[in-house]
T-cell receptor, first 114, second 116 residues
Framework: DTGVSQNPRHKITKRGQNVTFRCDPI?????LYWYRQTLGQGPEFLTY????????KSRLLSDRFSAERPKGSFSTLEIQRTEQGDSAMYLC????????????FGNGTRLTVT | AQSVAQPEDQVNVAEGNPLTVKCTYS??????LFWYVQYPNRGLQFLLK??????LVKGSYGFEAEFNKSQTSFHLKKPSALVSDSALYFC??????????????FGSGTRLQVQP
């Protein structure tokens, strides 16, 4: 179990640019989640995959955000035309499919939009 | 819609004393409840969960939590606090498996400060 890996750890970008983050889940987990966390707040759910199928999307996920998990393994989260309000920590998690299986989180990608 | 409330932004306790971090929830049906801990510059780590069964659940690092359906609470407890327990604690709730919804809803977090 090598844990959930997220890259990059930090990303600084200028407003209007596009950014892409990558998440590598625990290999035997077929569920993958993206969350966003801002300072002083709990994580907010963005989207969820089971294998390659995106099964849930939050209303927080505007049309500038898109997530993919093309082969049911790693996932990418892309933000187009970034805004300052997108500055946050983006967390990826994975879980097994057992009832109530806990989420295992990566260390996150911190995005700063200037 | 499901929601979680953590009424205390910060809890201070002396090392060796018992600690409680409070959580109340609102969800349709029987909830799945979780506690996570977050250390600085680290991802969230799972502590424990309640799915069904015994209302007192035990988890990692000596933590336990008590599910109280009538009070819709799931308070985190530890009999004897350690300085190393100082961190940010999050309560989370999820709809049951048969709803098909998997999103965890987190509370705003409670910072636990254990003084030596």
């Amino acid at each position: 179990d090598t844990g959930v890996s997220q890259n990059p750890r930090h990303k600084i970008t200028k407003r209007g640019q596009n950014v892409t983050f990558r998440c590598d889940p625990i290999s035997e987990h077929n569920r993958l989640y993206w969350y966003r966390q801002t300072l002083g707040q709990g994580p907010e759910f963005l989207t969820y995959f089971q294998n390659e199928a995106q099964l849930e999307k939050s209303r927080l996920l505007s049309d500038r955000f898109s997530a993919e998990r093309p082969k049911g393994s790693f996932s990418t989260l892309e933000i187009q035309r970034t805004e300052q309000g997108d500055s946050a920590m983006y967390l990826c998690a994975s879980s097994a499919t057992g009832r109530g299986s806990p989420l295992h989180f990566g260390n996150g990608t911190r995005l700063t939009v200037t | 819609a499901q929601s979680v409330a953590q009424p205390e932004d910060q809890v201070n306790v002396a090392e060796g004393n018992p600690l409680t971090v409070k959580c109340t929830y609102s969800v349709s049906g029987n909830p799945y409840l979780f506690w996570y801990v977050q250390y600085p510059n680290r991802g969230l780590q799972f502590l424990l969960k309640y799915i069904t069964g015994d209302n007192l659940v035990k988890g990692s690092y000596g933590f336990e939590a008590e599910f109280n359906k009538s009070q819709t609470s799931f308070h985190l407890k530890k009999p004897s606090a350690l300085v190393s327990d100082s961190a940010l604690y999050f309560c989370a709730v999820r709809d049951p498996e048969d709803t098909g919804r998997r999103a965890l809803t987190f509370g705003s977090g409670t910072r636990l400060q254990v003084q030596p």
